[in-house]
């Protein structure tokens, strides 16, 4: 997605508070997520951090729990918008990136959707 006009779309992000005290007595919240495509009932979830930045525990156990759904590929990328320098892929250890390794990541994800499909139908 490209943001075409940053002040609109800031005006229209969600404050989840609304949902505080919907999940029991627990300290659970919303969690986003940076991107999410699918193919062929495939799905690739992306998302971003700053460099050095730790992966909250709640959305590990998010990406731990769809990465353990055969139909989802979880990648985190770590670095400044457009430059990444470290990726990794769910459940994986993570591991140095630049843009040509994000960009082959995920033009080899789409391949193994396009081939299993094939071999599918």
Known sequence: MTIRNART???NLWDWEILD?????????????????ERHGQFLV??????????????V???????????????????????????QEWPHKPH???RSTLQQAVRDWY???EYEYSNRH
């Open 9 to 11: 779309f800031m005006d």
């Open 21 to 37: 005290g919907c999940f029991g007595k627990t300290t659970m919240g919303v969690s986003d997520l940076d991107g999410i495509i």
């Open 46 to 59: 992306l998302e971003t951090k700053s460099t050095g930045k730790s992966i909250p525990i709640g959305q």
């Open 61 to 87: 156990r998010i990406f731990e729990a769809m990465a353990r759904m055969k139909n989802f590929t979880v990648l985190v990328v770590w670095g400044d918008p457009g430059y990444p320098n470290r990726m």
């Open 96 to 98: 140095e990136a630049d």
């Open 111 to 113: 391949e193994l959707v």
